[in-house]
């Protein structure tokens, strides 16, 4: 499975982006895809996910309120609509595929896409 990350860019404080994720190769076993990120100097951490057959979704407790996960099961492409956005909110940001139930945790995602980065000025 093969994962393309787009939509980063540089914003200011208070506006909006939305990241792109699709799938491609062997999707079949995929189960939920989520969004990871990591800003400088510190640990990634998860964001936001989705399950791309029954539409459930979880949010970090920092982003809840203001970011917005969707997906398209038929396109293997899931969204995350980012509004509000702060200077922490700067990261790269990581799409991420997995195969078992829907969670926060690196070990439950099994594919990982290249990053895109995210930065938001104050």
């Known amino acids: 499975v093969q994962l393309q990350a787009s939509g980063g860019g540089l914003v200011q404080a208070g506006g909006s982006l939305r990241l792109s994720c699709a799938a491609s190769?062997?999707?079949?076993?995929?189960?939920?895809m989520g969004w990871f990120r990591q800003a400088p100097g510190k640990e990634r951490e998860f964001v936001s996910a989705?399950?791309?057959?029954?539409?459930?979704?979880y949010y970090a407790s920092s982003v809840k309120g203001r970011f917005t996960i969707s997906g398209d099961s038929a396109k293997n492409t899931v969204y995350l609509q980012m509004n509000s956005l702060k200077p922490e909110d700067t990261a790269v940001y990581y799409c991420?595929?997995?195969?078992?139930?829907?969670?926060?945790?690196?070990?439950?995602?099994?594919?990982w896409g290249q990053g895109t980065q995210v930065t938001v000025s104050s």
């Open positions: 190769g062997r999707t079949f076993d995929i189960y939920n």
């Open positions: 989705i399950s791309l057959s029954g539409g459930s979704t």
């Open positions: 991420a595929a997995g195969r078992l139930r829907l969670g926060a945790l690196e070990g439950q995602y099994n594919y």
